[in-house]
């Protein structure tokens, strides 16, 4: 049964334009989400993160957006860029010290 | 350097093989945690460890599974009599302190493991 759900397995979107990247959680245990990104043959790389005693977080061109009661989390960039390119993990810890992780997205960003 | 490293970086075995992978955490850093990826599949965990605790075990698919961490330092997958099904990127992930609000990971480069 997966926990962290992320059921657009690809996106591709326009330069300069907006991703949107979603993530859906069955676990009310969870308590913080992050997003990861990970580029071929290499370790995925922390984005941004939220607790759950928030609702938005913002970095730059990378905002979090959190909605708890609907169990959905979505990573939102603007603008996208080609460097943007690569597969988006959304994941979630609760009591438990592990990540519990998405299947991923593959986010292409056209020039 | 100051990331977390995996050797090898590839390996191919023969099914019914033991294997072992390495991981370096990031200095300092007192949680290490084993995640593997399948193909076209999110991060499995594992195991995880917290300075001198007990390992979380919770996530090892099968008893050919086992890992071992000395101190705060290298981490040891290992896995025998490999399975093809065993055949998976397996990663290894270091952060300052477990779980909390600050649970972020430092991912390794990744071993990809072929079983044949």
């Known amino acids: 049964d997966q926990q962290v759900k992320q059921n657009s397995p690809s996106l591709s979107v326009q330069e300069g334009r907006i991703s949107i990247l979603n993530c859906d959680y069955t676990n009310s245990m969870f308590d913080y989400f992050l997003w990861y990104k990970k580029y071929p043959a290499e370790g995925p790389t922390f984005l941004i993160s939220i607790s759950s005693i928030k609702d938005k977080n913002e970095d730059g061109r990378f905002t979090v957006f959190l909605n708890k009661s609907a169990k959905h989390l979505s990573l939102h960039i603007v603008p996208s860029q080609p460097g943007d390119s690569a597969v988006y993990f959304c994941?979630?810890?609760?009591?438990?010290?592990?990540?519990?992780f998405g299947s991923g997205t593959q986010l292409t960003v056209l020039p | 350097g100051a990331g977390v490293s995996q050797s090898p970086s590839n390996k191919v075995t023969e099914k019914g093989k033991d294997v072992e992978l390495r991981c370096d955490p990031i200095?300092?850093?007192?949680?290490l945690y084993w995640y593997r990826q399948r193909l076209g599949q999110g991060l499995e965990f594992l195991i995880y460890?917290?300075?001198?605790?007990?390992?979380?075990k919770s996530g090892l698919p099968s008893d050919r599974f086992s890992a071992e961490r000395t101190g705060e330092s290298v981490s040891t997958l290992t896995i025998q009599r490999t399975q093809q099904e065993d055949s998976a990127v397996y990663l290894c992930?270091?952060?300052?302190?477990?779980?909390?609000?600050?649970?972020?990971?430092?991912f390794g480069p990744g071993t990809r493991l072929t079983v044949l």
């Open positions: 200095s300092g850093h007192t949680a």
């Open positions: 994941a979630a810890s609760g009591s438990a010290r592990q990540l519990t």
């Open positions: 992930a270091s952060s300052l302190v477990a779980g909390g609000y600050y649970n972020e990971q430092f």
């Open positions: 460890f917290q300075g001198n605790s007990a390992p979380d």
